[in-house]
């Protein structure tokens, strides 16, 4: 039988040290400010971060370091481990899965990745789903339906105050972000299975009122009800996030939101004031 070691990054915005209390090995992304690389949920926090954007610092994302990745690796492969089962950030938004795969293949080490189109709250319910699975006798073919059917209920969908931010960091096309700032266009960003994980523009309003409601109604769309996990993040937003979540709850009958502080690694290229819901329908 396969001896699997479960691997996640800090894009679920959780440490290493969370990770490692529910058997699960995780790596941290890396946050780059004033030209030095610091571990995201280990050496620089959400706090920091937002100090950072207060002040208008700028900063830079990557995937976790190279060595990091080669190390954690060798040391699974010596406690036995001989296969990397692993729900990384998504592809769209980093190499951090090829990064470990091309880890793996150099220690000889089995490889299965899954990618689950976005990052956040649905990137730890996934490692989460398949390490209890896993434990539970599931087959391999059992786990990877079950979180490819998570990862496409999700969509994650951004409202975002300044598009400086993801224009600089390339993951919004200077076109699209000169325009929304010249005419006042609220863009609603998203991301999912059929954006393969890249931010892709969903829609133009001109108010933050008529952009949550066309959130809203994009749910009811895409059939999100009581039993789906709706997550509410925010970029030092909370009260506003509150006024956002409390709409969803009476648009949607018995809906419970949850409110978090967007991920880090996100929230640099978002900015300050950002909005963002994550809806997707968990294992049962």
């Given at each position: 039988m396969k001896k699997i070691a479960f691997v996640t990054d800090s894009g679920t915005g959780h440490s290493v040290e969370y990770w490692a209390e529910r058997g699960i090995y995780s790596l941290p992304l890396q946050i780059e400010v004033n030209g030095h690389s610091?571990?995201?949920?280990?050496?620089?926090?959400?706090?920091?971060?937002?100090?950072?954007?207060?002040?208008?610092?700028?900063?830079?994302?990557?995937?976790p370091k190279l060595g990091k990745i080669e190390e954690l690796f060798e040391n699974l492969k010596e406690k036995g481990y001989d296969t990397?089962?692993?729900?990384?950030?998504?592809?769209?938004?980093?190499?951090t899965m090829g990064?470990?795969?091309?880890?793996?293949?150099?220690l000889d080490l089995e490889f299965i990745g899954v990618d689950c189109y976005t990052t956040a709250v649905v990137q730890g319910d996934m490692i989460l789903t398949a390490k209890k699975m896993w434990d539970e006798g599931s087959s391999?073919?059992?786990i990877m339906r079950t979180l490819n059917c998570i990862a496409d209920s999700c969509d994650t969908i951004l409202l975002v105050n300044d598009l400086n931010h993801l224009k600089k960091g390339g993951r919004l096309t200077p076109m699209a972000a000169t325009l929304g700032g010249l005419l006042k266009i609220k863009p609603i960003l998203h991301l999912d299975m059929e954006t393969e994980g890249h931010i892709d523009v969903l829609g133009k309003v001109r108010t933050m009122g008529k952009a949550q409601d066309y959130v809203i109604n994009r749910l009811k769309e895409i059939g999100v009800n009581k039993n789906y996990k709706i997550i509410?993040?925010?970029?030092?937003?909370?009260?506003?996030?509150k006024k956002y979540g409390e709409k969803i709850e009476r648009a949607i009958e018995g809906a419970k939101v949850v409110f978090i502080d967007l991920?880090?690694?996100?929230?640099?290229?978002?900015g300050l004031g950002c909005l963002a819901v994550q809806a997707f329908l968990p294992h049962s």
């Open positions: 610091f571990d995201e949920e280990e050496t620089i926090g959400i706090p920091d971060v937002l100090k950072n954007l207060h002040a208008q610092v700028p900063m830079k994302t990557s995937l990397i089962f692993a729900v990384p950030i998504c592809m769209g938004l980093s190499s990064a470990m795969e091309m880890a793996a293949n150099m391999m073919e059992e509410v993040a925010h970029v030092d937003a909370l009260e506003e996030a991920v880090s690694a996100v929230s640099v290229h978002t």
